[in-house]
């Protein structure tokens, strides 16, 4: 968790830098952590008011779920560090190495699974975002919104992280069988989330 207990300068720094990780799953993952975390807060700030009384225990279980989901995410910053170094140093093996193809494709492999993970939970994150903007108070609605366009944009980003890997393996029914996957949550998902903004988006036209 060394990369997500420094300061926000510090992480954003490292980021824009020539080093190979934090990149472009980290990102996504850490970008979905707050998404989520502003839902929660909608819940926060929603559960005790009479108001709401009768929609406080679904608001408490997405809250609970809400926490489980922040933690994972943000381990998935460290551990997308984690399983895209060896691929960083793969790529310098001399291709006429005849142990190049399946070190390769055993990093491949790693570097997929990560942003596939984090693409998985913010696909949960969002479902969580809909119902908190739906239950939630009307006060608090917008960060329901706000988070909701973050876990948008991780799923999009996570998505094309899982596809830079996918297209190089070799085993294609694998790679196919992720693609697929990741093709059809993603329409799904980020109509979902286009929905859940919209509708809050519109109460305020």
Same mark, same amino acid.
């Given at each position: #968790?060394? /990369?997500?207990?420094?300061?926000?300068?510090?992480?954003? &720094?490292?980021?824009?830098?020539? !080093? %190979?990780? %934090?990149?472009?799953?980290?990102? =996504? !993952?850490?970008?979905?952590?707050?998404?989520?975390?502003?839902?929660? /807060?909608?819940?926060?700030?929603?559960?005790? $008011?009479?108001?709401?009384?009768?929609?406080?225990?679904?608001?408490?279980?997405? #809250? !609970?779920?809400?926490? @489980?989901?922040?933690?994972?995410?943000?381990?998935?910053?460290? $551990?997308?560090?984690?399983?895209?170094?060896?691929?960083?140093?793969?790529?310098?093996?001399?291709?006429?190495? %005849?142990?190049?193809?399946?070190? #390769?494709?055993?990093?491949?492999?790693? +570097?997929?699974?990560?942003?596939?993970?984090?693409?998985?939970?913010?696909? &949960?994150?969002? &479902?969580?975002?809909?119902?908190?903007? &739906? $239950?939630?108070?009307?006060?608090?609605?917008? @960060?329901? +919104?706000?988070?909701?366009?973050?876990?948008?944009?991780?799923? #999009?980003?996570?998505?094309?992280?899982?596809?830079?890997?996918?297209?190089? /393996?070799? @085993?294609?029914?694998?790679?196919?069988?992720?693609?697929?996957?990741?093709?059809?949550?993603?329409?799904?998902?980020?109509? /979902?989330?286009?929905?859940?903004?919209?509708?809050?988006?519109?109460?305020? =036209?």
């Amino acid at each position: #968790m060394e /990369m997500i207990n420094g300061s926000v300068a510090a992480f954003t &720094e490292q980021l824009a830098s020539p !080093a %190979p990780v %934090p990149g472009g799953g980290g990102a =996504c !993952a850490l970008v979905g952590a707050v998404g989520i975390a502003l839902g929660d /807060m909608v819940g926060e700030l929603t559960v005790g $008011k009479k108001k709401y009384a009768n929609v406080e225990g679904d608001l408490r279980c997405l #809250m !609970a779920r809400a926490q @489980d989901l922040r933690v994972r995410l943000l381990g998935c910053v460290e $551990k997308d560090a984690v399983a895209f170094e060896p691929l960083s140093r793969a790529y310098g093996i001399p291709k006429d190495d %005849p142990a190049r193809d399946g070190i #390769m494709e055993n990093c491949l492999h790693d +570097a997929a699974a990560v942003p596939l993970e984090i693409f998985d939970l913010v696909c &949960e994150a969002i &479902e969580i975002q809909r119902d908190f903007a &739906e $239950k939630g108070s009307k006060l608090v609605i917008s @960060d329901a +919104a706000t988070g909701v366009s973050f876990c948008r944009a991780a799923l #999009m980003g996570a998505a094309v992280n899982v596809k830079v890997n996918t297209r190089l /393996m070799k @085993d294609r029914p694998y790679a196919d069988a992720i693609d697929a996957h990741v093709n059809e949550a993603l329409t799904h998902y980020t109509q /979902m989330a286009d929905g859940v903004f919209n509708g809050v988006y519109q109460r305020f =036209c």
